[in-house]
């Protein structure tokens, strides 16, 4: 009997074409397991959306099952994304996977929809979650050394990355967590600068297991000048050279069309793109407001006024 992996994505309407590409990816590369999908969306999410991302996976399909979940309206308490670029409120789904997904699913593998997963992912599946809350990967900083004062927690405890959870949703029921989430916005909303991902460090910082960086390295990791814990920039330069999963978190994502600095592992999304119904797709998500800037400023550095782009990664091994 093959291994199964539960697997949930959160999304709505302006995340269908990556988190397609994302699924294809997963899908391509373990054949040798059962995969569920567990997709949780808003009403922006069409039922030809869901036919597309489907479809999209109809030739997986002896080993691959997707359900959909709909959210019609989360707490009204939640911070607002709207001054943060490319966030919607699909971010906060995450925090209530325990009430949303089947009762009988004790493990899950949250994937944000802006990733490629390059290889199998049955080790990072078989992480002994026992008495933890969460596995996931260390995040780069950016100078923000006070987040032990910002979410109350010791600063040696770390700070990582939501974009690849595995949730041990047991452990998040049996001790009520959706409702203690609430407790910790009410109780420090206006210290939360990072949505979801602070409230779940918030929670789980005595609770969460390390993962290795090969399984979230995220575009934080590929920059230039960048703050880690202490110890592991030798394994940011393993991870570099063969990622198992890669998170285009933050800007320069290779499906915009108005990107200036192309990603180190553009390549790996456009081989996997290549494959699905949305090659060749690009989209321009910015505000009206952002466009005209940049118009502007791409016009007066063809006119050498301004100083070109500075491109902010690093070089790594072209591995596809």
Request: with cysteine; aromatic share 14%.
């Amino acid at each position: 009997m093959k291994e199964k992996i539960n697997i949930t994505v959160c999304l709505d309407k302006g995340f269908i074409m990556p988190t397609g590409v994302m699924m294809y990816s997963i899908c391509s590369n373990n054949q040798d397991v059962d995969i569920a999908f567990y997709v949780v969306i808003d009403d922006s999410v069409t039922r030809k959306d869901k036919y597309n991302l489907k479809d999209n996976l109809k030739r997986f399909e002896n080993y691959v099952t997707i359900d959909f979940y709909l959210v019609k309206e989360i707490c009204a308490k939640l911070p607002s994304t709207a001054n943060r670029q490319g966030l919607s409120n699909a971010t906060y789904f995450r925090l209530f996977l325990a009430d949303f997904l089947p009762c009988d699913i004790d493990k899950v593998l949250y994937l944000d929809g802006d990733i490629i997963v390059r290889h199998s992912l049955l080790s990072l599946w078989n992480t002994d979650l026992t008495n933890y809350a969460i596995a996931a990967v260390s995040d780069t900083f950016y100078g923000d050394v006070d987040y032990d004062k910002r979410l109350g927690y010791p600063l040696d405890a770390g700070y990582f990355n939501a974009g690849v959870l595995l949730i041990n949703l047991k452990y998040w029921r049996e001790n009520n967590m959706t409702q203690r989430f609430i407790n910790y916005i009410e109780g420090r909303y206006s210290n939360l600068t990072f949505h979801d991902q602070d409230i779940l460090n918030g929670m789980f910082w005595n609770k969460k297991i390390r993962l290795p960086i090969k399984y979230n390295l995220h575009s934080g990791f590929l920059c230039k000048d960048f703050f880690v814990e202490k110890g592991i920039v030798q394994e940011v330069k393993e991870a570099e050279k063969d990622p198992v999963i890669v998170h285009y978190s933050g800007y320069f994502r290779p499906w915009e069309s108005y990107v200036r600095s192309p990603h180190p592992y553009n390549s790996s999304f456009y081989k996997y793109q290549r494959m699905t119904m949305w090659k060749n797709c690009r989209i321009d998500s910015r505000a009206p407001q952002l466009k005209f800037k940049n118009f502007i400023a791409d016009s007066l550095r063809k006119l050498k006024l301004l100083h070109p782009i500075c491109n902010p990664y690093n070089s790594v091994p072209q591995v596809d």
